[in-house]
């Protein structure tokens, strides 16, 4: 089935054709009108360079009119083998059609809101035929019943033309258009571009990278160059300037070889200042008593730290470089 994007934008249709599978673009002169374009025979042999097919507008009151302003769109510079001439169904307009199709020439009739305008443009050797399915919804009408019968008409009869779904107004349209077997679609880029889009697939895709990452990354890819260290005989009031400098809401201890001595913690403090109030102010950090830290060495790969991170639930882990502190990696660091 062929997709087909429905523009006048130059930034869209630039955008939308670096998928590099659509098959062409569609455009009207109401596109033209809405987007201040001026000068619409500049813009149309610009876009038949930008796009693999360009199907553009010719118009006229009779089949000669039509045929006439077919050639001198041609004239401009147009591959007619990559060039589809869209006209408005009528009688003058599918006997237009047949005029243009004589001269191997490829043509659209749209505007199609009926299975009998279907029928007398297939009998005309329309290229395309194009019901209108947004525009026949709004006035109440089913028109997804008759873009199945326009498709059923071309398979059983063996028309050789393609049945275009047109008038996307969302992604719910594509789906019908897919089910029902029609053999183009032409969709605005602002629909296209979220068709991939899915709440599951998205969760799915972060999840699959965030274990890729943890797998793949060591400590030492992600822990912040700064080490929040003091030495074991520093004062608490020194400690705690180091730690807002650091940024850490907790601080390595070590003795004069640089061996790790223990961890103090925001909360740590907390609760000494609840024991023994301001007086707690006074002391230095060897006269608090430690525990053994929890730590990963900095060429572990993340999924050790993310397992103690879950296991012990806490917001920061120690690193080492064998038994020497090199930094602290933070619960929020496996999220960046």
């Known amino acids: 089935m062929e997709l087909y994007l429905d523009s006048a934008d130059l930034k869209e249709i630039e955008e939308a054709f670096k998928l590099g599978f659509l098959d062409g673009l569609t455009t009207t002169p109401t596109f033209m009108h809405r987007g201040g374009v001026t000068d619409v025979d500049s813009l149309i042999v610009k876009l038949s360079k930008m ?4 199907q553009i507008e010719a118009l006229g009151n009779t089949a000669e009119e039509v045929v006439k302003e077919a050639h001198r769109q041609l004239k401009l510079g147009l591959d007619p083998k990559k060039t589809v001439f869209k006209i408005p169904v009528s009688l003058e307009g599918v006997r237009a059609c047949k005029l243009l199709r004589d001269e191997n020439l490829l043509v659209n009739v749209h505007l199609v809101y009926t299975l009998q305008q279907a029928y007398m443009a ?3 050797g329309a290229s395309y035929v194009c019901p209108l399915v947004g525009r026949l919804q709004d006035q109440g009408h089913d028109a997804l019943d008759l873009v199945s019968q326009c498709v059923f008409a071309v398979d059983h009869y063996g028309y050789n033309t393609k049945i275009m779904f047109s008038s996307v107004r969302n992604a ?3 789906r019908n258009a897919i089910s029902t077997g029609v053999h183009t679609i032409t969709a605005p880029w602002k629909i296209m571009k979220g068709l ?3 709440n599951l697939t998205t969760l799915g895709t972060e999840q699959f990278i965030e274990h890729t990452r943890l797998v793949t990354m060591r400590v030492r890819d992600v822990i912040s160059p700064i ?4 030495n074991i005989n520093t004062g608490l009031t020194e400690a705690l300037v180091k730690m807002t400098e650091y940024g850490f809401g907790a601080i390595t201890l070590t003795d004069n070889d640089g061996n790790v001595k223990g961890i103090f913690t925001d909360g740590d403090m907390r609760r000494a200042l609840q024991k023994d109030g301001q007086e707690t102010l006074k002391k230095r950090m060897s006269d608090f008593k430690y525990g053994q830290p929890l730590s990963v060495q900095q060429n572990d790969p993340l999924t050790a730290a993310n397992d103690i991170f879950k296991q012990k639930h806490i917001d920061t ?4 470089d064998g038994t020497k502190p090199v930094g602290m990696i933070d619960i929020q660091d496996l999220a960046s």
């Open 172 to 174: 719910e349209h594509i």
């Open 122 to 124: 297939m009998k005309a």
């Open 51 to 54: 796009v693999p097919v360009l």
């Open 317 to 320: 882990i120690l690193v080492l």
């Open 196 to 198: 991939t889009d899915n």
């Open 227 to 230: 080490n929040p260290v003091v």
